[in-house]
């Protein structure tokens, strides 16, 4: 069963830095594509950031040079370093995994959830 994990989420004041770590187990094969999410109370959930398997990386404007997205696929790990943290990007941050249906054809999708690091940022 595949599984997502996310760790490093904290409370740190404005202008810190933090790492979330996502690590996927029970699945051995290559993702589709990985990204970041957030949902901060009585919002929508958003895209952060994400990679495609070419490594092709898109970020929100929100964020866009704040934050760096990474893979170690050695690992099957994911990484957000977030920098220059400001209160509006306190939220649970979500980590996904897009997964092929078949083998390793991507044109057939399945999105799998990890549970959500807390990101509590102060001024």
């Known amino acids: 069963q595949v599984q997502l994990v996310e760790s490093g989420g904290d409370s740190v004041q404005a202008g810190g830095s933090l790492r979330l770590s996502c690590v996927v187990s029970?699945?051995?094969?290559?993702?589709?594509?990985m990204g970041w999410f957030r949902q901060a109370p009585g919002k929508e959930r958003e895209v952060v950031a994400s990679?495609?398997?070419?490594?092709?990386?898109t970020y929100a404007t929100s964020v866009k040079g704040r934050v760096n997205i990474s893979k170690d696929n050695y690992m099957n790990t994911l990484y957000l370093q977030m920098n220059s943290l400001k209160p509006e990007d306190s939220a649970m941050y979500y980590c996904?995994?897009?997964?092929?249906?078949?083998?390793?054809?991507?044109?057939?999708?399945?999105?799998?959830w990890g549970q959500g690091t807390q990101v509590t940022v102060s001024s």
């Open positions: 996904a995994a897009d997964l092929p249906t078949r083998g390793v054809d991507c044109r057939g999708r399945i999105r799998r």
């Open positions: 029970g699945f051995t094969g290559r993702t589709c594509a």
């Open positions: 990679v495609e398997s070419d490594g092709t990386t």
